[in-house]
């Protein structure tokens, strides 16, 4: 069982988000925009919500991400009280973002200063394969 949060709970984090504590087993913290998206997660799925991507981010052994665009990833990943603020060395942050290169780029080369990993990981199956558990995920 490993220590995960997941960072935006939209038409795909959401059901991503539950997979991993339903079927993975494990330690999930979710970390939404919008409080009451988290909190309908945890109360369906159990896990923990937290208040800002850091405090979710916190002690994780993996950081999921999957938010609308390169200005909202960048946000939760390395503003104020971003994910990467809190990342434990070793760490590794996971983005399922359909992203822009260079935003890629630029979180790949924070996580290497803090040696943390980093693996750009979009998902292909949209919103059927995200609910029932069929995603296709690149990695690069």
């Known amino acids: 069982m490993a220590k995960i949060a ?12 539950g997979f991993l504590k339903t079927k993975g087993n494990h330690d999930v913290t979710v970390y939404n925009r919008t409080s009451a998206t988290a909190e309908k997660w945890r109360d369906q799925f159990g896990g923990s919500v937290a208040w800002t991507p850091a405090e979710a981010a916190e002690n994780s052994d993996f ?3 999957c938010v609308g665009n390169d200005n909202h990833l960048r ?16 760490a590794i942050f996971v983005d399922h973002t359909s992203a822009s290169a260079d935003v890629a780029r630029e979180l790949n080369d924070r996580a290497t200063e803090q040696k ?8 292909s199956g949209g919103e059927a394969g995200a609910k029932n558990g069929v995603l296709t995920v690149m990695v690069g």
Do not use: I, Q, T
């Not at 997941?6 to 988000?17: E, Q, S």
């Not at 943390?116 to 998902?123: I, K, M, Q, R, S």
């Open 6 to 17: 997941f960072l935006g709970l939209g038409v795909m984090g959401y059901p991503m988000a």
């Open 63 to 65: 950081v999921f991400c």
């Open 75 to 90: 946000d939760v990943a390395l503003g104020d009280e971003g994910a990467f603020s809190a990342m434990r060395s070793g």
């Open 116 to 123: 943390l990993g980093f693996l750009d990981a979009p998902v």
